[in-house]
T-cell receptor
């Protein structure tokens, strides 16, 4: 069975410093992995996805993630945080057999300090 | 143009009432979903339909009944509302494969008093 674990429930960074949001996955097959962002009182927006092509995936708003099979990780990074990055971030794995569905991580709240 | 829309955005009601939430997508997708986000922000799938056929039902109480009149619409009807049903409900749609992203609606915040 697939699962994802987001290692930090809260992360605080200063504006202009790097962001690292950690995600580990468990999957019997080559997984499809996603990062979504949810701003307060908003829906979810896709940041980026990995589907067995390049292991370094670039997304919107300067975010990127690296798929590391040996570490079963898919961490989200950004070189320089902006105030508008403050939001809830979800790591997601899609099941790969039968009917496809998302399995969500528990989320990481990113706080950006001025 | 809104890709996935939900109505209403907010819904406040009394325990025991019956209510519906509507969802529409104009992306031409075959697959639609309902998710529940609890007060701790945890998201869990409830239902999925593919071409109007129910394909996922994640042990949701019988009081919840999805209905898909056509592949662009997936409505959620809830009978005999309980306090524990208070949550944000998200509709989503996608193409039907593991690597395809899901597009989410803005959510409906349901408060049961």
């Amino acid at each position: 069975a697939q699962s994802v674990t987001q290692l930090d429930s809260h992360v605080s960074v200063s504006e202009g410093t790097p962001v690292l949001l950690r995600c580990n996955y468990s999957s019997s097959y080559s997984p499809s992995l996603f990062w979504y962002v949810q701003h307060p009182n908003k829906g979810l927006q896709l940041l980026l996805k990995y589907t067995s092509a390049a292991t370094l995936v670039k997304g919107i708003n300067g975010f990127e993630a690296e798929f590391k099979k040996s570490e079963t990780s898919f961490h989200l990074t950004k070189p320089s945080a902006h105030m508008s990055d403050a939001a809830e971030y979800f790591c997601v794995v899609s099941t790969t057999s039968g009917t496809y569905k998302y399995i969500f991580g528990t989320g990481t709240r990113l706080k950006v300090l001025a | 143009d809104t890709a996935v829309s939900q109505t209403p955005k907010y819904l406040v009601t009394q325990m025991g009432n019956d209510k519906s939430i509507k969802c529409e997508q104009n992306l031409g997708h075959d697959t639609m979903y309902w998710y529940k986000q609890d007060s701790k922000k945890f998201l869990k799938i409830m239902f999925s339909y593919n071409n109007k056929e129910l394909i996922i039902n994640e042990t949701v109480p019988n009081r919840f009944s999805p209905k898909s009149p056509d592949k662009a619409h997936l409505n959620l009807h809830i009978n005999s509302l309980e306090l524990g049903d208070s949550a944000v409900y998200f509709c989503a749609s996608s193409l039907p494969s593991a690597g395809d992203e899901q597009f989410f609606g803005p959510g409906t915040r349901l408060t049961v008093l």
